[in-house]
C-alpha cells in the first residue's frame, strides 16, 4: 500500500496555481492555500457572491441548481453557489473521479465515496485537520469524541473527508433493509409469517399463481438489479447478510480474530445462491435479472407487477415513490429480516459508530477557508434544521413549541416525493456537512431530522399501516433484531475503509470482482445439476487468482482501523 505522510495546504500551492481552470469562480479574492489558513484573507467576506464547482458521485436527478427553496435559503445566507455535477446511472463515480485522478483537474470540493483512495493518491485532496481547528466549530461540536473515525488510516492521520452520509448519535427507528413483499401480497394471503427464504418463497409462489398477471402484464415475482456495482446491493450482499454476516462489502470479518475472507467463501453461503438456483429453475426469479439495465428494472417496479425484492428501500426508492404518486400504495413493499434459515440473525439494525463517505475539498479549490467555513455553516444548527425540514411557515410550522409538517406538504412529501424535493430541496443537501442522526433533539428540543417515531407513523401509508398492525408491530425495525443484541462494529463501515490503490491488491481485487460478476450469475441461471461444480469452481478460481493473498493484506488492514478508532493493540 503507498503509504503517505499527513499533507498539510501549502503543498496544495503548486496544483492550485495549475488548476485554476477546474477551481472556484467569481472567488472573493485570490491566493495560496497557506495564506489562507493562516489568515483567511481570502475570506474576510464570508457572504460576498461566491461560486464553488462540485462533484458526488450519487446521482442526484432532482438537482435543481439551488434553484430549489432550501438553495435558495442556503445562497442568500452564506453567498455561495454550487456549480454542481452528479454522477449519472449507478456508476458511482468510479469512471469520472479515474479521469480526474488521470488528468489532474479536479472541482472545489468532491462527495467521492468509495473513490477517495484515487484523489489521495494523486494528492489532489487537502488535509482539513487545521482547517477544521481554526474554522469550522459546529463540524468540532458535532464530532466531539469521534475526531480519530475522521481519520484516513492509522498510518496517514490526515483528515481527508468529513463523514455526511451518517448521522452523528444516529438512532434508528424503523428499518428499510431486508426482503420485500408488496402489501396487497400480504394482505390476500393473510398475513404469513416471513422468516426465511423458504417463507419468501411460499408467499410469492402462492400469489403468482392466483395472479399470473398485474394490470395486463406477466406478474414477476422477484427481480433482482445486476447492473454494474447494483448487483452487490441485490444479490451477492444478500448472500452474506442472510447467513448472519455483517455486510462488510466483498468481505466477512471473524469478529474475535479480525481475520477476513471474501465472504462467498463461507460454506453456508453457497446455500443462499442454491436457492436463488432453484428460484430461477421454479419460474419464480426474472429471466432478465441479469441482463436488465436499471432503469428496466425500476421500470418494472413502477409498474406493480414485482411481488418481492431482495434489496434495501434506497435502491429502488424512485420507482416506489412512482407508485405512491399514482395511488397504487397497495403494490408498495414491506420490509422482512429474512434469513436462510432461523439459526440466523439479520445484523441490519449493528451500529457500525461513526464512520461513512463524506465531503473534501480538493488543492484545486482557491479559498479553502470559505469552502469550509460554508460547510460548517451547513453543520449548525441552522443550517441541519434547514436541510432536513426546510423553511419555517413554508414547509413547517412551529406549534406550541413543537415543529409541525402541514397536512398538504406532508401530502406531497410522500405521495409526490420527486416534485417536492425537486421544488423544496429538502433531502438533496444531506452530503454537504456533518449531522446529527435521527433520534438527536437541538436546543428547542424539537428533532433535528423528521425521521422520529410520530412523524414516521405520520408519512406511513394506509397499507402500511395495516400490514403493520397485522404483525403486531408499530415501525418496520419491530420485526428485526435489535441493536443492543449486537456490538458496535469496532472496524466501522469497511466500504469506507481506505485501501491501495495501486499495486497487486487492486490487481487481484479487480480479477476477483470479474470473477464474481461472471460467476455468481452463471451459478444461479445453471442447470440445479451443474450448481454445486460451478460454484466450487468458482470458490477455486478466486484463489487462483491471488484472493488469499489479498485477504491476507485486507486483514492487515482491518486490524490497523480497529486499533485507530479503539486504541487497542492488534497482533
Not at 499527513?6 to 467569481?26: E, T
Request: charged share 25%.
Amino acid at each position: 500500500m503507498k503509504k503517505q505522510m499527513p499533507r498539510r495546504l501549502g503543498m496544495g500551492l503548486l496544483a492550485s496555481m495549475l488548476l485554476i481552470s477546474a477551481g472556484c469562480s467569481n472567488s472573493s479574492s485570490a491566493g495560496n492555500n497557506t495564506k489562507n489558513i493562516t489568515n483567511g484573507n481570502n475570506s474576510a467576506n464570508d457572504t460576498a457572491p461566491v461560486t464553488f464547482t462540485f462533484f458526488g458521485a450519487d446521482a442526484s436527478p432532482n438537482w435543481n441548481r439551488m434553484e430549489d427553496d432550501i438553495g435558495k435559503e442556503i445562497v442568500a445566507k452564506t453567498g455561495v453557489t454550487l456549480n454542481a455535477e452528479y454522477d449519472v446511472g449507478s456508476g458511482g463515480g468510479q469512471d469520472k473521479i479515474s479521469m480526474m485522478a488521470a488528468s489532474g483537474e479536479y472541482p472545489d470540493m468532491i462527495y467521492a465515496k468509495g473513490e477517495l483512495g484515487k484523489l489521495v493518491d494523486a494528492e489532489a485532496i487537502i488535509d482539513l485537520t487545521e482547517l477544521i481547528d481554526k474554522y469550522a466549530p459546529n463540524i468540532k461540536k458535532v464530532m466531539d469524541g469521534n475526531m480519530n473515525r475522521m481519520k484516513y488510516s492509522k498510518d496517514n492521520q490526515a483528515i481527508y473527508s468529513i463523514p455526511t452520509n451518517v448521522g452523528i448519535d444516529q438512532q434508528s427507528f424503523d428499518a428499510t433493509n431486508g426482503f420485500q413483499i408488496q402489501h396487497r401480497v400480504l394482505k390476500e394471503l393473510g398475513y404469513p409469517e416471513v422468516r426465511t427464504v423458504k417463507d419468501f418463497e411460499n408467499v410469492l409462489k402462492a400469489y403468482v399463481a392466483k395472479h399470473p398477471t398485474t394490470d395486463g402484464q406477466p406478474t414477476i415475482p422477484l427481480t433482482v438489479n445486476a447492473d454494474g456495482w447494483k448487483i452487490m446491493i441485490t444479490v451477492t450482499n444478500q448472500g452474506d447478510i442472510t447467513t448472519g454476516g455483517t455486510n462488510d462489502g466483498e468481505y466477512y470479518v471473524n469478529p474475535e480474530t479480525y481475520e477476513t475472507m471474501l465472504h462467498y467463501k463461507k460454506p453456508e453461503e453457497k446455500e443462499y445462491f442454491r436457492w436463488l438456483n432453484h428460484m430461477y429453475n421454479e419460474g419464480l426469479l426474472d429471466k432478465e435479472s441479469f441482463v436488465q439495465k436499471d432503469d428496466q428494472y425500476k421500470s418494472k417496479i413502477s409498474s406493480g407487477r414485482v411481488l418481492g425484492l431482495t434489496s434495501v428501500e434506497w435502491e429502488y426508492q424512485d420507482a416506489e415513490n412512482a407508485l405512491k404518486a399514482a395511488g397504487k400504495d397497495e403494490y408498495t413493499y414491506a420490509h422482512f429480516p429474512v434469513t436462510l434459515s432461523e439459526e440466523y440473525k439479520d445484523h441490519a439494525m449493528q451500529s457500525v459508530g461513526v464512520d461513512g463517505y463524506g465531503i473534501s475539498i480538493t488543492t484545486a479549490c482557491k479559498d479553502p477557508v470559505r469552502a469550509i467555513k460554508f460547510l460548517d455553516w451547513l453543520s449548525s444548527e441552522e443550517g441541519q434544521v434547514l436541510r432536513n425540514w426546510g423553511i419555517e411557515g413554508k414547509h413547517y410550522n412551529v406549534e406550541n413549541g413543537k415543529r409541525v409538517i402541514p397536512a398538504d406538504i406532508l401530502d406531497q412529501k410522500v405521495n409526490d416525493a420527486a416534485s417536492f424535493t425537486k421544488a423544496t430541496g429538502v433531502g438533496l443537501y444531506s452530503t454537504l456537512g456533518v449531522r446529527y442522526g435521527d433520534g438527536v433533539k437541538d436546543s428547542t428540543g424539537n428533532y433535528y431530522t423528521t425521521n422520529f417515531p410520530e412523524q414516521i407513523l405520520a408519512e406511513y401509508s394506509g397499507a402500511e399501516k395495516e400490514s403493520l398492525a397485522a404483525y403486531n408491530a408499530t415501525t418496520w425495525k419491530d420485526l428485526f433484531p435489535a441493536e443492543d443484541e449486537f456490538p458496535v462494529k469496532e472496524w466501522g463501515a469497511l466500504y469506507n475503509m481506505p485501501v491501495p490503490t495501486d499495486g497487486d491488491y487492486q490487481v487481484i481485487y479487480q480479477k476477483t470482482q470479474d470473477i464474481v460478476h461472471k460467476r455468481i450469475p452463471e451459478a444461479i441461471l445453471s442447470r440445479t445439476a451443474d450448481f454445486d461444480k460451478i460454484y466450487d469452481d468458482f470458490i477455486a478460481e478466486l484463489n487462483k487468482a491471488g484472493a488469499e493473498k489479498m485477504e491476507k493484506e485486507y486483514t492487515e488492514l482491518v486490524k490497523a482501523r480497529v486499533s485507530l478508532f479503539t486504541g487497542k493493540e492488534i497482533e
